[in-house]
């Protein structure tokens, strides 16, 4: 069963801080990774996408992978109140059926004013 | 780019009655799409991948008899929840993968806004 683990959380952080959400997975032959943010009662909403090793910034949203860790991580500078969710942590997995994301049970991220 | 809608947002219906989902890709062409179930407070749970003009793939203990799938074209799948009991109440989300879209991967899956079930 390939597995991908995140904190629950919560995680809180003041507002203007920066959020650190990590994410490890057990299929050492995974090669996609995603990021979706979900708001309460509405659906996942991708945020980015990375396929290898080290950083990928996309405004004030850093994703960072190391396969050899299995571990990816997404960092959120500058946190607004809007950031408030749940981030789900999302690996594809390559099946004899075809490939399809396993989910994380996602990091509740609260930022405070 | 990369919008998928579903309809209806919201559904409420008597126990034993039949439910349909429409699932609909409007700016690109799904080769496969997917259907999820969450309940509140939990994590997405799989339920069915389904292909262009072939059977939907079931996630185990999902009754495939019970959850019909249909992906008839590639911008439309639609599931049916059929004889649908309260424990069938739900948020249920499809989700559709492109091939080259700008911006993202051949595997990048993008949500529909979800339909909330609630059966009486």
């Known amino acids: 069963q390939k597995e991908v683990e995140q904190n629950s959380g919560p995680l809180s952080v003041p507002e203007g801080a920066i959020a650190s959400l990590n994410c490890t997975y057990s299929d050492r032959g995974s090669q996609s990774f995603f990021w979706y943010r979900q708001y309460s009662g509405k659906s996942p909403e991708l945020i980015m996408s990375i396929y290898s090793n080290g950083d990928k910034e996309d405004g004030r949203f850093t994703a960072q992978l190391n396969k050899a860790s299995q571990y990816v991580s997404l960092l959120i500078r500058d946190s607004q109140p809007s950031d408030s969710a749940t981030y789900l942590c999302a690996v594809n997995e390559v099946t004899g059926g075809g490939n399809k994301l396993t989910f994380g049970t996602g990091t509740q991220l609260k930022v405070e004013l | 780019g990369a919008v998928v809608s579903q309809h209806p947002s919201r559904v409420i219906c008597k126990s034993g009655t039949s439910v349909k989902i429409e699932c609909r890709s409007l700016?690109?062409?799904?080769?496969?799409m997917f259907w999820y179930r969450q309940f509140p407070k939990k994590s997405l749970m799989l339920m069915a991948t389904?292909?262009?003009?072939?059977?939907?793939?079931?996630e185990q203990g999902v009754e495939k008899d019970k959850f019909l799938i249909n992906h008839a074209s590639l911008t439309l799948s639609t599931l049916t929840v059929t004889s649908a009991h309260p424990e069938d109440s739900s948020f249920y989300i499809c989700?559709?993968?492109?091939?080259?879209?700008?911006?993202?991967?051949?595997?990048?899956?993008?949500f529909g806004p979800g339909t909330r079930l609630t059966v009486l």
């Open positions: 700016d690109f062409q799904a080769t496969t």
């Open positions: 389904s292909n262009e003009g072939s059977k939907a793939t079931y």
């Open positions: 989700s559709a993968r492109g091939g080259g879209l700008a911006g993202g991967g051949t595997d990048t899956q993008y």
